[in-house]
């Protein structure tokens, strides 16, 4: 059973940073993509930013390009998200997911239904 847990999430100012990590459990993950999400209230689900497990190939919503930036930790089995320069925008819950299936170029890899996995949820909130 595959799980995903978030953590990290919390209120910070506009123009702070805050890092989010995914710790991914119940499979070995090497020939995964992780990728992070986010849905503010009233919006639709979003994609962030994903990497695939293996050589660390990374793609990034427009919207966060030069501000936030994926990676992982092979030793700690953990994706991170590290959020630079945060905006009131960027206030939403932020979820991990994760892809078994293969696929052909990670930056099509950019709806909730290319995913299998989810974790929970962590709440982001960035005040003005």
């Known amino acids: 059973q595959v799980q995903l847990v978030e953590s990290g999430g919390g209120l910070v100012q506009a123009g702070g940073s805050l890092t989010l990590s995914c710790a991914p459990s119940?499979?070995?993950?090497?020939?995964?993509?992780m990728g992070w999400f986010r849905q503010a209230p009233g919006k639709e689900r979003e994609f962030v930013a994903s990497?695939?497990?293996?050589?660390?190939?990374?793609t990034y919503a427009e919207s966060v390009k030069g501000r936030f930036s994926i990676s992982r930790g092979n030793a700690q089995n953990t994706v991170y998200l590290q959020m630079n320069s945060l905006k009131p925008e960027d206030t939403a819950v932020y979820y991990c997911?994760?892809?078994?299936?293969?696929?052909?170029?990670?930056?099509?890899?950019?709806?909730?239904?290319?995913?299998?996995?989810w974790g929970q949820g962590t709440q982001v909130t960035v005040s003005s």
């Open positions: 997911a994760a892809r078994s299936r293969v696929y052909e170029s990670i930056a099509d890899l950019t709806r909730p239904n290319d995913y299998d996995y």
């Open positions: 119940g499979r070995t993950f090497s020939n995964y993509v």
């Open positions: 990497i695939t497990w293996r050589g660390g190939i990374t």
